[in-house]
């Protein structure tokens, strides 16, 4: 079957623009992760969703971040007024039970440059 | 804040050798999380930890945890070139996040 899809692949958008990226998980998988990737930053997890909740939202970096879920399956992530340190990579995973207890699936990420 | 190092950070042995890859975290946690990472890839999820003493094998890694000395440990097992990619773990708190090494970057030579 397939696997978490992530779009767009790449975006390049100007500073001050507001974007958009799209997680389409595993069909099933009711838990769903956001992470980004920098070379300043590293690793940094951002939200979680179990179903269409997510229980914590206090590692978006600012609230230009936001994200939502909706019908259990696709979510989206929203950064407004974009800046120059969100350059990342944007990392989607999802995973067939709650919060951390099996192996998570990622998609192939979202490469966001601005400009 | 939960606080999670690696070390080494960087490691190159050769094929044939043994190797081990250490991860130690800040406060209390009963979960730690090992992946992988080929350059230009996403991640991959290697072994999922969720309590002490918990042990778990795929092919030539093993990972253990210890969370009273708050040490996972990623054992290498007779390197093969395969395994060159990038290592990461993380371990989360009560609080629902995710807190991530730094990387180990293994190097497997011939």
């Known amino acids: 079957g397939a696997g978490v899809s992530q779009s767009p692949s790449n975006k390049v958008t100007e500073k001050g623009k507001d974007v958009e990226l799209r997680c389409d998980p595993i069909s099933g998988h009711t838990a769903l992760y956001w992470y980004r990737q920098s070379l300043g930053q590293g690793l940094e997890f951002l939200i979680y969703f179990q179903g269409n909740s997510a229980p914590d939202k206090s590692g978006l970096p600012s609230d230009r971040f936001s994200a939502e879920r909706t019908g259990g399956s696709v979510s989206t992530l929203t950064i407004q007024r974009t800046q120059q340190e969100d350059s990342a990579v944007y990392l989607c995973a999802s995973s067939p039970g709650g919060w951390g207890n099996q192996p998570q699936h990622f998609g192939d990420g979202t490469r966001l440059s601005i400009l | 804040e939960l606080k999670v190092e690696q070390n080494p950070l960087f490691l190159s042995m050769q094929e044939g050798k043994n190797y081990t890859i250490y991860c130690n975290y800040s406060?209390?946690?009963?979960?730690l999380y090992w992946y992988r990472q080929d350059p230009g890839k996403s991640l991959e999820s290697l072994f999922v930890?969720?309590?002490?003493?918990a042990v778990k094998q795929e092919g030539r890694l093993m990972a253990s945890l210890d969370t009273k000395a708050r040490l996972s440990t990623l054992h290498i097992t007779a390197a093969v070139h395969d395994l060159s990619a990038t290592y990461f773990c993380?371990?989360?708190?009560?609080?629902?996040?995710?807190?991530f090494g730094t990387g180990t970057s293994l190097t497997v030579i011939p």
């Open positions: 930890l969720l309590s002490n003493g």
């Open positions: 993380a371990s989360t708190n009560t609080g629902n996040q995710f807190y």
């Open positions: 406060t209390t946690s009963d979960r």
